[in-house]
């Protein structure tokens, strides 16, 4: 009985490390490249101007979002605005 629950106890803490590995990693890595590239290529249909992101940074322990370098421009290249 004892070596089961030995063996559930480590089912469970293998499962949760993977959790956490991957709760990591998709949010520090992967969603941060899928904002940015959905932000660069469905801005420009809605707004109808030029759009520039440097930097989208995700932090999924903090709940944090950093977005660096937004900027909108009108076509004829006037700024409309940015944040830095």
Do not use: C
Not at 56 to 75: C, D, H, I, M, Q
């Amino acid at each position: 009985m004892a070596k089961r629950r030995q063996g559930r106890a480590k089912r469970w803490g293998i499962g949760l490390g993977i959790a956490i590995v991957l709760y990591t990693a998709i949010g520090f890595l992967v969603l941060p490249a899928i904002i940015k590239s959905q932000m660069l290529k469905r801005l420009p249909a809605l707004t109808h101007r030029r759009v520039a992101v440097q930097e989208v940074k995700l932090n999924p322990y903090a709940l944090s979002f950093t977005l660096r370098g937004f900027s909108l421009t009108e076509t004829n290249g006037d700024e409309f605005v940015s944040a830095r």
